[in-house]
């Protein structure tokens, strides 16, 4: 049985510098910090971050992550000016709800959503 997502990893090529740019995007500074991997707790879910490639290619492939927040443009704006380049410019989705998505200085596609009628209830 599936009980839902626990963590998200990213791969990065440079751990010190992905740790203080994940750090200044979330607010924080991780919870598990060592050389071969680096974990912050996002609102009860795993942001992870991995030595290696990462997986981006010319084509996008795999999944893409989704992180909740409360005001997409904003959060959006302050993705880019951190330095992260846009993948896919906001968009409203339907009832209220608005995506997008952009690429970290590591190259991972990183996305974000602002969506009214998500709750953490199991129905």
């Known amino acids: 049985m ?19 740019w994940y750090s200044t995007v979330l607010g924080f500074k ?3 910090d060592e050389p071969y991997y680096v974990g912050f707790n996002v609102g009860g879910y795993e942001l992870g971050l991995s030595p290696g490639k990462p997986a981006m290619l010319e084509q996008d ?21 951190l330095g992260a380049t846009t993948h896919n410019d906001l968009q409203d989705v339907g009832s209220g709800i608005i995506v997008a998505t952009v690429v970290d200085p590591f190259g991972n ?5 602002e969506n009214p009628h998500f709750s953490l209830e199991k129905k």
Do not use: C, H, Q
Request: no cysteine; glycine share 8%; aromatic share 16%.
């Open 61 to 81: 492939s795999g999944v893409i992550v989704y992180w909740g927040v409360e005001k997409a443009e904003t959060a959006f704006k302050r993705l880019i000016e």
């Open 109 to 113: 596609i990183f996305g974000i959503i």
């Open 2 to 20: 599936i009980l839902g997502l626990r963590t998200a990893i990213y791969y990065v090529n440079d751990m010190d510098k992905a740790k203080e």
């Open 30 to 32: 991780p919870y598990f």
